[in-house]
């Protein structure tokens, strides 16, 4: 059974500062693996996919990483704003027909 | 190109009561997933439609049921809905084999049992 889970569940840094979220997966044998942003109460935003296939995706100032082999990937965000506070969920879709969400990083980005 | 909707956008439902919600893919997009999400949790996976058939199931139990319309659209039943099933429900559409199945979701719907 897919388990997966993002370190730090919540993190604080000042404007500017480049910062990356964690998420692991148990169970390496995954389709793709697909990054979300929350703002509370609202639904989710998809934010980058990565293929089974790829290492990396890049969209603007994110970049997202997957290494099946150690079941990690990793969300790096670059010079980061105060509007980009929000939750970040991970999700991997395997075999079980479903994405499986990790528990979120609640980032606040202070002014 | 309209994206995923879902309606209504809030609902208050009293405990033993019935609930149906709604839900309306992206354009071209023939599979509709269901998820809950309690506060403060990831969402969890309740189950998919594909092409109006059932196509997975989540640990839910059987008062959660489900439909998807040849339009594509679906819709959500809880029956006798209990406190815990107070959640924000999402629904995710997608084409399978295309962009690696990428997921796009609605804004959800905030139930609340009372």
């Known amino acids: 059974k897919q388990e997966v889970t993002q370190i730090p569940a919540a993190l604080s840094v000042p404007e500017g500062e480049n910062l990356v979220l964690n998420c692991s997966f148990t169970?390496?044998?995954?389709?793709?693996l697909q990054w979300f942003r929350q703002d509370p109460g609202k639904g989710l935003t998809s934010l980058l996919l990565?293929?089974?296939?790829?290492r990396e995706q890049t969209s603007g100032r994110l970049n997202a990483s997957l290494d099946k082999s150690s079941g990690r990937s990793t969300l790096y965000i670059a010079a980061s704003q105060p509007g980009d506070s929000a939750t970040y969920l991970c999700?991997?879709?395997?075999?079980?027909?479903?994405?499986?969400f990790g528990p979120g990083t609640r980032l606040s980005v202070l002014p | 190109e309209t994206g995923v909707t879902q309606s209504p956008t809030h609902l208050i439902k009293t405990r033993g009561q019935q609930v149906t919600l709604r839900c309306s893919s992206q354009?071209?997009?023939?599979?509709v997933s269901w998820y809950q999400q309690a506060l403060g949790q990831g969402p969890q996976f309740i189950f998919q439609?594909?092409?109006?058939?059932?196509?997975g199931r989540g640990n839910f139990p059987p008062r959660f049921s489900g439909l998807q319309f040849p339009n594509y659209s679906s819709e959500l039943n809880v029956n006798a809905l209990e406190l815990d099933d107070s959640a924000l429900y999402l629904c995710?559409?997608?084409?399978?084999?295309?962009?690696?199945?990428?997921?796009?979701f609605g804004p959800g719907t905030r139930l609340t049992v009372l």
């Open positions: 995710a559409s997608s084409f399978p084999g295309t962009e690696g199945n990428e997921q796009f």
């Open positions: 169970d390496s044998a995954i389709y793709n």
């Open positions: 990565i293929q089974s296939s790829q």
């Open positions: 999700a991997a879709w395997g075999t079980g027909q479903n994405f499986v």
């Open positions: 354009s071209g997009h023939n599979t």
């Open positions: 439609y594909y092409r109006e058939e059932e196509n």
